[in-house]
């Protein structure tokens, strides 16, 4: 599966960005999809996750009420909505899919098998 994640840039606090991931090569509404993120000098992190049927979501606590997570399986694309950027934001953001099909959100890095390239955020102060 190749996935292109696209959206990044630089931001000012308090903004919002919406990153998406455009996904081919696999049956992707079979497949629940999952953010993560990874600052400089730090290890990649959680951030979203949500259903192959889109009904079920799960976030970090870092993230939760700011950032919402969806996807539209007709377009075979992922989303992640960005509001009240901070710059404890600020990462690469990798889009991945979730190694077996039909299963619950994951925050877990070992369940996902492919990873986009990243996409950059910036959020000044």
């Known amino acids: 599966v190749q996935l292109q994640a696209s959206g990044g840039g630089l931001e000012q606090a308090g903004g919002s960005l919406r990153l998406s991931c455009a996904a081919s090569g696999r049956t992707f509404s079979l497949y629940t999809m999952g953010w993560f993120r990874q600052a400089p000098g730090k290890e990649r992190e959680f951030v979203a996750s949500?259903?192959?049927?889109?009904?079920?979501?799960l976030y970090a606590d870092s993230v939760k009420g700011r950032f919402t997570i969806s996807r539209d399986n007709a377009k075979n694309t992922v989303y992640l909505q960005m509001n009240s950027l901070q710059p404890e934001d600020t990462a690469v953001y990798y889009c991945a899919v979730h190694r077996r099909k039909r299963v619950l959100p994951s925050s877990l890095e070992y369940d996902y098998d492919s990873w986009g390239q990243g996409t950059l955020v910036t959020v000044s102060s």
């Open positions: 949500i259903s192959w049927g889109g009904s079920n979501t």
